[in-house]
């Protein structure tokens, strides 16, 4: 065999175990992955959802039409990926699921639109990142996720906690505001609900805040809620799909509601069609199915923690695309994000082996001892 014929065998050899060792760290790491993805398109959902309400989208009429394009994205998946499954609907469930939607892809959103209306983008994504606090202390309420005080591990995931919600804080409050887009709407404008745009004055700055922060609680109880939901209707297609199309219907009903300008519920063919098709698509449709089957996997804590990453990843688009300047104190933010994020997991992680092995029983162990 030739030289030549030698190093292109061991090259090929190497490109092989590279490729076998990548894909068996996607398969190991898969949840991870997936809410890693899931946040990279929640940040593009911030920039494109913000553009769109700049050109003049009413916000409640945006989350209508969005439910309504994520119903059908995920009625075409059911038909491929669930036909054959099967599960029985009573009325009490079917009044769960309901709420559930109620609270999740219908309240949340509309609650933090119209607050978003009222206060600014950073103090908005400050509230926001109380998520995984108010996610966390829902979930030990409902017995879904152990504190373990006493525990090195435990200590570990409530350090975590506090130091990526305060890399959070400081991340939004040290961002500096991008330029305003030239077609973007005033303050006055029309791109708010009706009500909205009456509010002045202190009425205003009180009211943005608390509706915020009701959005975040309304957000956390959601993720807290699927767990148990999965439980009794184990179809996550399915179960996705029906929210979505039960949170169309109470959408569009608050939208007729509080907005009768017949003008609000025209589409432009500009960003207002592609943010509508984005967030309908892909964040409302595929990545909501996807953040379900994590929930299921590994709980809605796990999911939570994730939320500040959405705000890094906003950040550096926002400094590739909007030429938005990132101070120190921004840097440091996403550091100390990135940082208390992988303690949290980590922790988590390592208590749930702790537990595992504390668990066995005698002779489980013994064959382990035998060898020692």
Known sequence: MLPFERSSLSIMACIMKLYKALKDAAISHQILLAMIFIQFG?????????????????????????????????????????????????????CKIFVAALL????????????????????????????????????????????????FYGGLKILGIVITVGGAMLLSFYRRPTTRHPNSSSSGSNNGTFFVNKLEGRTRSILGPVLMFLSAIAWSTWLVVQSKLLELYPARLRLSTLQCLISSVQSSIIAAALERERNSYKIRWDIQLA??????????????????????????????????????????????????????????????????????????????????HNGESPAEQSPDIEKN
């Not at 911030?46 to 989208?57: F, P, R, V």
């Not at 953040?291 to 994730?306: A, D, L, R, T």
């Not at 959405?310 to 840097?331: C, G, M, P």
């Open 104 to 151: 999740g892809p219908t309240l949340s959103l509309d609650l933090y639109y119209v607050a978003l209306h009222l206060t600014s983008a950073t103090f908005a994504a400050a509230i926001l990142n109380s998520i995984p606090v108010i996610t966390f202390f829902l979930a030990i309420i409902m017995g879904l996720e152990a504190v373990g005080w006493r525990s």
């Open 42 to 94: 929640f940040a593009g959902m911030t920039l494109i959802s913000k553009a769109a309400l700049n050109a003049g989208m009413n916000p409640l009429v945006f989350n209508a039409y969005r439910q309504m394009i994520a119903t059908l994205v995920l009625a075409l998946l059911v038909l491929l990926m669930e036909r054959k499954k099967s599960g029985s609907m009573s009325f009490s469930l079917f």
């Open 275 to 356: 943010s509508l098709a984005y967030c309908g698509v892909f964040v409302t449709g595929a990545a909501y199915g996807l953040q379900i089957w994590c929930i299921e996997k590994k709980g809605p804590f796990y999911v939570s923690m994730f939320s500040p990453l959405a705000l890094v990843l906003t950040a550096i688009f926002s400094a590739i695309f909007w030429a938005e300047r990132l101070n120190w104190q921004s840097i440091l933010g996403a550091i100390l994000i990135v940082g208390g994020l992988y303690g949290v997991l980590w922790g988590r992680s390592k208590a749930e082996k702790q537990e595992i």
